[in-house]
């Protein structure tokens, strides 16, 4: 995947309709993330983020990355029937055209504390920024392969979590975050933030996998958490951003 498209503030990776490989920002432009203190419900939390960039004077493309909560893994039709709904608020916005989604995007289930439905826990806009370092954000990524079909038919070790199948899916999501970073040029030393959702104990396997490849260097957010579609594992997300902030309940 070396492909990537601009727009006004920011580059991305092509993805699905649902959502963006990733998102880099542009020269003179920088990445702010923002997480809730609670996660917000979706139409709250949309109200709440059109808040913060109107306050920030950006327009409301500057909406470029999201992290989600959902109540409890998807099917795949549910997936998609999900999806469209969220994309409407995107094309509302002028973000989501023709089938073309810019917003890079993580989605995962908490296994306890779940909220009642589909909830921000964090979102990223591009802001104008004078000399800013570069910045970028890469989406979440289980252990499916790319592309269309039904998961189970694409999925590394589909439904087995043994420790010999948790490291292969591990390798395989690790494989995923570097070819999309490095479609900005980037690396793992670019990299400020590193999470990882699962309810299976992957440790065993982080040290040659992810640890040696640089890929936790200011440590890993372990989230217990279910990817969003049934019979997904593991996920990951990381980013390059060197503004967040935390947004009271």
Not at 126 to 136: I, L
Not at 226 to 246: A, T
Request: hydrophobic share 40%; charged share 20%.
């Amino acid at each position: 995947m070396s492909e990537t498209i601009e727009r006004k503030a920011y580059t991305f990776i092509p993805g699905p309709f649902q959502y963006s490989a990733g998102v880099a920002a542009k020269p003179g432009y920088a990445l702010q993330r923002f997480r809730f203190a609670n996660p917000v419900p979706l139409i709250e939390g949309f109200a709440r983020i059109e808040a913060v960039m109107t306050a920030a004077d950006v327009p409301f493309t500057a909406f470029c990355a999201c992290e989600l909560r959902s109540p409890a893994p998807f099917t795949d039709a549910g997936f998609t029937a999900f999806n469209r709904e969220y994309v409407g608020t995107l094309e509302r916005w002028g973000i989501f055209n023709n089938e073309v989604n810019p917003v890079a995007r993580s989605n995962v289930c908490p296994e306890f504390n779940k909220p009642a439905g589909p909830s921000f826990y964090a979102f990223t806009i591009a802001v104008p920024a004078a000399n800013a370092p570069p910045s970028f954000v890469i989406a979440g990524s289980a252990e499916s392969q790319e592309g269309s079909g039904p998961y189970s038919e694409r999925t590394v070790r589909y439904g087995e979590t043994s420790p010999d199948a948790l490291a292969e899916k591990l390798r395989h999501v690790v494989a995923t975050m570097e070819r999309r970073m490095s479609a900005f040029g980037k690396t793992w030393a670019d990299v400020t933030g590193t999470q990882a959702y699962s309810v299976y104990d992957f440790h065993a396997t982080l040290g040659t996998n992810l640890v040696a490849r640089g890929g936790t260097r200011h440590g890993l957010d372990w989230h217990f958490c279910r990817p969003p579609v049934i019979g997904l594992e593991y996920e990951m997300d990381c980013r390059g951003v060197f503004e967040e902030r935390v947004l009271p309940a």
